[in-house]
């Protein structure tokens, strides 16, 4: 048994003052838990990335910035897209270069490391495209090397590599022979990357110029390639002048590469412009920067060989790996959003905000495989850029279920996503469903506040007397907290913040439930929802019917019920039996069985509830037996293009029964047993339509999810309650509590609080 | 004749004595690639199994293609790809080396490089003249 709690207290002119603490409990917890815009912007701030992914910043990670922390990946905070689960998987990256090591090493033993299509190596024409230089090896490394504990890893480690071999041994080639790569390229069909570390030195200020100093037969395939949907990635030169060589600055000037062509310059290990690099220059519209010096990655000399290069051939890779990591990741996105969302997050603050040098600024896989903007959810279309798509955003759609279900509800949703979008092009995202909701909790009732809360008495209300009746009113700081009028002959009750429950009006034994809030909350209404403030209660009844109305300040919960009863009157010799059967509906604006959902969850106008009531209550000299049950039936008010629905109806219980013996010992002594179960649904399921995947025509797949609401264990509350007064103006109360199955969940571990309180007024 | 006999006689023990710098430069083994590092540092562009600093720049290239290297020769730094260094001719003391560039306006890659060559000689001299000739 865990001490939790231990409280007494003693009120001296209705202030409390802590005496001594009683209170424990054994177990305790558990249950609870719980249209964007297209494109660029016009005025960007990406702030450096913080490099977040702990569990991927191994040796292995930093290896490839030379094993110093801050250069290479974990510069462009690549850890941070691992840590989202993405690695390029699935994605198809080409290498135009000197062909890759036949040879077994370590780093390209996993699947997909080395494809080869027929014709591969265009120097040798022949279909293995063997690498007898070593750069076209190092750069498939930083690409995609193996993550396998060994050496170093590339930034797409998940990606498959389509290797073709352009340049010979001596790292020489001819135009005709890079033509005939990049359709080679462009033949494989699966393509989505294409990686050029390589170019042609010299400046170029139009399409013509460039495209006489690339070679018109090259510059054919490239814009080919572009107009095959390629994204092309080439490294801008390593002359030091202020704009990238032929190939890598064509872009600037030839619509037809545009949005699928990028020009990489490299920083140096202290992320300032390399002194070799080209800058962006004329092509800063297309460009960005990335790590390019002492890039450790694989080599030709063994099956564990490494080696440490320079260049803008090793920017460019590191580039075409985190573009092929987006790919994977962002599944609504075409090729040249994917490109426009690299450019854009690319951190442009500082000495980055020079375009004219690093054109969109320093790669920032971290800010690039983040929300950009705000996330929403969709509805209303099945296509992102559909008119009659719908956003609303994420932050403002959530779902708090009532203990009633909540259990269920988590459950049934474990482990199951919806797709939400940001702002910048609508890039898709995956959000736990169980994220978006919150569970309310009976248990909270029995924190330590609350308990004593439940047992405290009330404090003295001012009783006004008028010709028609009597008002009884209690003040909190010279505020009004709370009301009663009740006619003579008690046929008219109206309350505010306090019930007019007649049922409790026992002529005898004043009950120790109408004394608390405890007990009083088992033999309210529980389909009156009036949690909180500003509540307003009528009751019109004769002997044996009557009606009971609720509403709450904002009419947002409203509530009618008839009631019939035996009205038998308690005898002289104290006997009486009265039992009350109730009929009604409750209506819920903008929410079902006290649960209230906002955004994509949101329900609409009334769902309303059918409830049936019994209450029975017999008395036996200083013996009162109490019980009631109550069932309900109800119907949410779906509304249109919300995510969720519910076709059938939902079927809830309540119950309570006790017994009260006046008399205990001694006429000044009660002592009374409850047993409860909260509100819980017996039968009933909702069904969430949510946006699952989308692909790159911008269409979304939705999922139903079918939700049982029934919760898999029963929340029982066992009280006992001792009350001694010991005079009129001081008592004592005592109190015991267990509750088991906790918000109906089997995994909440048992509760058991004990208290003791006292009271004294001067 | 005796005298004569002994004197000749000491001349030739004396000429089988002078100093190896006259023997005929060999090259026993080399391999000329590129290196991603500058391997000869302070600007020197080769150096021999004597210098201090040999281990030091031979263990910087990746893929030595034998063990007996006693000489490293190292061009300057290059900005792209397709440079090469090759054996010319070696006169007297003197080793001439071809450094082969790639063509204006073609395609190379876009890596800082050093082309050099790993290089067993014969012999060591510290009077040796390297000669890269473009």
Known sequence: MEIKNIILKKKFQFILFPLLLILSACGGGGGGGGGGGAGSSTTRSIAACTDSGTAFQTAEYYALGNTVVGRGLSKICASNAYARGYTGSGVKVGILDTGITTAAHQEFDGSGKRNYDTGSDLVSSDNIPQDGHGHGTHVAGIIGADKDNTGMHGVAYGASLYHYRIFNDAGTTTNTIIANGIQKAIDNGGLSILNHSWGTAGSCTSQSSCETGVGSTVYAKIVAAAQANIIQVFSAGNENVSSPSYEANSVAYDSRLQGVTLAVAAVGTDGVIANYSNKCGTAASYCLAAPGSFIYSTYISGTTSYELLSGTSMAAPLVSGSLAILKQQFTSLTNTQLVTRLLESATNTGIYSDTSIYGYGLLNLGQATSPMGVLRTLSGSDNLDSGSASYIDLSSTSFISSASFSNALKKSLTGKQLEVYDSFDRANFKVELNDLIVSKSNVSEFNATNHFNRLKSKDKPQVYLSPFGQTEATYVNGQLESNLFTTYNNFLAIGYNQDTNSFLKNEKTNLIANDSLFSKNYFNNPYFYNEGRSNFFMSLNNNQSGLDTFMNSNSNDLGFAMKFNNGEKLTEDGYASNLEFSFGVSAENKKFLNSSSSGAFATEGFSNTNFLGLKYNKTVQDLNFVSSIYMGQTFINEKESSYLSGSKPIYTSSLTMGVIKDNFYDPSQKIGFVMSQPQKVEKGEINLRVPTSSNRDRNVSYTTYNVDLKPDARQVNLDLIFEKSITEMENLKLGLTHVQNADHSTESKNQNFISAYWQKRF | ?134
């Open chain 2, 1 to 134: 004749m005796l005298n004569k006999y002994y004197i000749f006689s000491i001349i030739f023990f004396l000429y089988s004595c002078t100093p190896q710098s006259n023997e005929t430069i060999k090259v026993i083994n080399i391999f000329c690639k590129t290196s991603g590092q500058n391997i000869i540092e302070n600007n020197k562009n080769f150096i021999n199994k004597s210098d201090a600093n040999f281990f030091k720049s031979y263990e910087k290239i990746n893929g030595k293609k034998f063990s007996n290297s006693n000489f490293i020769v190292q061009s300057d730094e290059k900005r792209r790809g397709g440079y090469s260094l090759n054996l010319n001719k070696i006169v007297g003391n003197k080793i001439y080396f071809f450094e082969t560039s790639p063509q204006e306006k073609t395609a190379t890659s876009t890596v800082i490089n050093y082309p050099y060559c790993e290089i067993e000689l014969n012999i060591i001299t510290n009077n040796l003249e390297v000669i890269i000739e473009r």
